[in-house]
């Protein structure tokens, strides 16, 4: 079943420092199936983390459709929808509220999806363990963890309301390489614990290949390749796949 | 920056330090009538212009009252009207520049435009223009400093709300299900509210002074109720004469707006402060 569809998303920017308009998201559609891991991979600025606030609902497409569950959503999204998809950004530290502590952002959202307080308040500690952080991390702010710690936090803060969908957008590119592992570990984990659909953005080719079921490449606001991770790899038919693959093997 | 030794070594030293001071200054200025020997309004044509002596320790004006009961009386004028226009002036500003930044559209550029109006014309002119309009006196004086004041909060407002607007912390705030209200005022105002706070506390001292400016031109306080600017008014015929008229309500000004500017910057440096460790 197809979780998630996105139809002709299409969205243009106009670039101050260019002086010309910047056609970020060109007729973009892909979907996503029920547990499912797909990838979407691409150079910097193709477009990759626009598909992702369009997704969410933070910023609104020009054109396209956009479902869950087949039900379609238009900008602004109703606020319900966050129960079923959740984000979680590259800059984890930037993803807190520097005067809140973690413990009570985490138990925030619980309550605003109608969590009773105290109850939220215990069940924080416990998705906090869950992702590896102990008691003590409830009552800390963001600028006293590191920014692997505040990614597992993130991670908390979005599975505290049970979401069938994660949107990742390049989570890991901000971490250094053994902290990169564990958190995708921990994401692994997690999908087969919840049963989570995630829709995993990044511009490591080497990285979605040993985690996704099925890849989308992405470049210049279209996306010019799909098809599942081996075949991808294996057997491109794009020209900028086969660039993209053969300068990770390079390296 | 080389180290300071003793008590002022650390910027909440200094704060706490500043903050005993206006405290001082605020009880002195209320417990004023307890202490002070003569009426403040009381005219002895047989002591006028006396220079400074026991019994008048500040000397007294060309109608013989005594200086320093209407110092000590008119501080309380002077400090509480300005605080009064840095709170007004600042919750309005800051409200509604927060709205502009937030809602932005056609309402964000009207208000602006408004502002900028307010902004074109040298400040003390337009305060003294809309005071001379209202009538002297001193909630007209308070008005007037507040019509004029708040645009500087708004459009610093204004400016905190959008740049926190863009923040990945707002919209992971979004994402966590935050009305667009909750949002507002959990998230944006909290942290858009240090540099307001440090303007504010920078405010006091220039609005003192544009008060007491009010007053010696005729359209704060009426005399013959004391103020520090309408006692420099008074004194300023007496001023080769009797210097003591002018000098004293001059002190009193330079060091109260001193002691307010060093507040201000003390709170400044302990806020800029957290936000250095915070980073």
Known sequence: MRLMEAKNLDISFFSGKAERIVHAVNDVSFYLEEGEFLGLVGESGCGKSTIARILSGLIKPDGGQILYDGKEYSYPFSRQIYKTVQMIFQMPRDSFDPRRTIGSCITDIQVNFGGNRDQAREKTVQYLERTGLGREFVKKYPHQMSGGECQRAAIARAIAVQPKILICDEITSALDVSVQAQIVELLQELKEEMGLSVLFISHDLALVQGLCDRILVMHDGVIVEEGKSGDVLHNPQNDYTKLLISSVLEI | ?279
């Open chain 2, 1 to 279: 920056m080389p180290k300071r030794r003793g008590f002022f070594r650390t910027p909440k030293a200094r704060f706490l330090f500043w903050l005993a001071v206006v405290g001082l200054l605020a009880v002195f200025a209320l417990a004023a009538p307890l202490f002070i020997r003569h009426d403040p309004l009381e005219v002895n044509l047989l002591q006028v212009t006396k220079a400074p002596s026991k019994e008048y320790i500040m000397g007294t004006d060309y109608i013989g009252r005594c200086i320093f009961c209407r110092l000590v009386k008119g501080a309380s004028r002077s400090i509480f009207a300005a605080c009064a226009v840095v709170a007004i002036t600042f919750v309005i500003g800051t409200a509604i520049g927060c709205l502009c930044g937030y809602i932005g559209g056609a309402f964000d550029t009207v208000v602006m435009r408004f502002v900028d109006a307010v902004q074109a014309f040298p400040s003390m002119v337009f305060t003294i223009s809309v005071a001379a309009m209202l009538g002297s006196g001193l909630l007209n004086c308070i008005i007037a400093m507040t019509a004029v004041g708040w645009t500087g909060y708004a459009r610093l407002a204004r400016s905190q709300v959008l740049t926190l607007k863009e923040k990945t912390f707002v919209s992971a705030a979004r994402i966590s299900g935050m009305s667009r209200t909750a949002i507002l005022f959990k998230t944006i105002l909290p942290n858009s509210l240090t540099p307001l706070v440090v303007s504010a506390s920078m405010h006091v001292g220039s609005a003192i002074l544009g008060f007491s400016g009010l007053s010696f031109l005729g359209l704060g306080t009426a005399p013959p109720f004391p103020e520090w600017g309408n006692m420099l008014n008074d004194g300023k015929a007496t001023l080769q004469t009797a210097p003591w008229t002018v000098i004293f309500p001059g002190l009193a000004i330079l060091i109260v707006v001193m002691i307010m500017g060093m507040f201000g910057d003390s709170i400044n440096e302990l806020l800029n402060l957290k936000k250095n460790v915070e980073q």
